[in-house]
Each structure stands twice: as structure tokens, then as C-alpha cells.
């Protein structure tokens, strides 16, 4: 069964420099999560989206925007990166946009910030 | 917001032995999972359940809604058990909230 994709695996940046993470769905699936996990800690989460629409927001800094595209994939932009935001990135899909369903997670995207 | 709390936060376990997680949450949930964490990070969807009782092989989870808790067990251990278990729950909103995780370690 097709799960959910994440690009790129690995990256490495220097503070101050821009990423971009991308997050593939799996196919129908309408509904995209962002979360991040710090060294030794939980994932938080930070952004989804509905149909093309943010529906929910947590503690994403400023310097991080999102958007989900018409394919429904998603990408999560971060400027002025800082050490702190060295952690490892999941992206989850679902079928539902209320909950009431499994979040399918992605292997995840590990930024490293020097 | 619904707080999570998982324990015992560490487990070392003998390799065949069983264990019991468990996860307590303060509001009605419509979602809630159990993952584990593998040591290269990945989250390994174990189990939705926002309440009743499944299995899958050596693994089974229950959750009591009414009573805003829910139990993993894990029976005959193995070396690949080893890892992180979260517990997370959603209401309503979407997003997941994760309890701050279960390290089991389970020696060969």
C-alpha cells in the first residue's frame, strides 16, 4: 500500500539559510499534518491543511510558512533557520480533517541546522 | 488543551517477559493512537483506537473511553520491541497531542 512520502530525507543548512520540506499524501487523502520532534521529545504539532486550506495551527514560528498544493502535496518553507529548529520533521495524511481517523506518518525529514 | 500523560516513561525488560503501557488523557477523544518509535526515528503506526479492544500478534491495546485511559500490552518481548511508545490523541481539532513517550528496552 502506497504510504506517505517525504523529501528529502536529510539536510543539512547553515543558520540563517532557507529549506523546504515536501510531503507526499497518501493517495485521497485530503488532509496533511505537520509536526516536529526535537531531540528527546515529543512531535508537536505545527500546521494542517484541508483541501488546499489551512485548518489548524500550532506553535509554528513566523519564519516557517506552509501551504498544501492542488495535487494535495504540501510544502513546509522555513527561512532564517536557527539551531533550534534542528529536529526531525513528520508529515502525516489522513482521510478525515476532524480526527476521526488514522494519521498515517511519513518517514520523516531530519534537519540538521550548523 | 487535553494533556496526555504516559508510564512508566522507562521499561528494561528481559527478552520473552510481558509488559503493560498505559496512556491517560483529560477530555473525550475521537482519535487516539499508539505508536513506537524506532530507533532511526521512524513512527510505526501500532494501533487507532479511540476505544474497545484490537490485537495484532503479540501486540493488543484497549481503551476505556468512559474512563479516558488506554493500556498496550506487549507479551513475549523481543530485541526489535526496543524503541519509544507514544500514546496520542486528538478531539475534534485534528492535530494529535503525544504524551511524552515510554522507552522500552528489552535485553536479549
Known amino acids: 500500500a502506497a504510504g506517505v512520502i517525504q523529501s528529502p530525507r536529510h539536510l543539512i543548512k547553515e543558520k540563517r539559510e532557507t529549506a523546504t520540506l515536501k510531503c507526499y499524501p497518501i493517495?485521497?487523502?485530503?488532509?496533511v499534518y505537520w509536526y516536529q520532534q526535537g531531540p528527546g521529545q515529543d512531535p508537536q504539532f505545527l500546521i494542517s491543511?484541508?483541501?488546499?486550506?489551512?485548518?489548524d495551527k500550532g506553535s509554528i514560528p513566523d519564519r516557517f510558512s506552509a501551504q498544501q498544493f492542488s495535487d494535495y502535496h504540501s510544502e513546509l518553507n522555513m527561512s532564517s533557520l536557527e539551531l533550534g529548529d534542528s529536529a526531525l520533521y513528520f508529515c502525516?495524511?489522513?482521510?478525515?480533517?476532524?480526527?476521526?481517523?488514522?494519521?498515517?506518518f511519513g518517514p520523516g525529514t531530519r534537519l540538521t541546522v550548523l | 488543551g487535553i494533556q496526555v500523560e504516559q508510564s512508566p516513561p522507562d521499561l528494561i525488560l528481559q527478552e520473552g517477559a510481558n509488559s503493560t503501557l498505559r496512556c491517560n488523557f483529560s477530555?473525550?477523544?475521537?482519535?487516539l493512537q499508539w505508536f513506537h518509535q524506532n530507533p532511526w526515528g521512524q513512527l510505526i503506526n501500532l494501533f487507532y483506537?479511540?476505544?474497545g479492544t484490537k490485537q495484532n500478534g503479540r501486540l493488543s491495546a484497549t481503551t476505556v473511553a468512559t474512563e479516558r485511559y488506554s493500556l498496550l500490552y506487549i507479551s513475549s518481548s523481543q530485541t526489535t520491541d526496543s524503541g519509544v511508545y507514544f500514546c496520542?490523541?486528538?478531539?475534534?481539532?485534528?492535530?494529535?497531542?503525544f504524551g511524552q513517550g515510554t522507552t522500552l528496552q528489552v535485553k536479549p
Open positions: 502525516a495524511s489522513s482521510s478525515t480533517t476532524y480526527g476521526a481517523d488514522t494519521q498515517y
Open positions: 493517495p485521497r487523502h485530503d488532509t
Open positions: 491543511f484541508y483541501e488546499k486550506m489551512q485548518s
Open positions: 477530555d473525550s477523544v475521537n482519535n
Open positions: 483506537i479511540p476505544s
Open positions: 496520542a490523541v486528538s478531539s475534534n481539532t485534528g492535530k494529535l497531542i
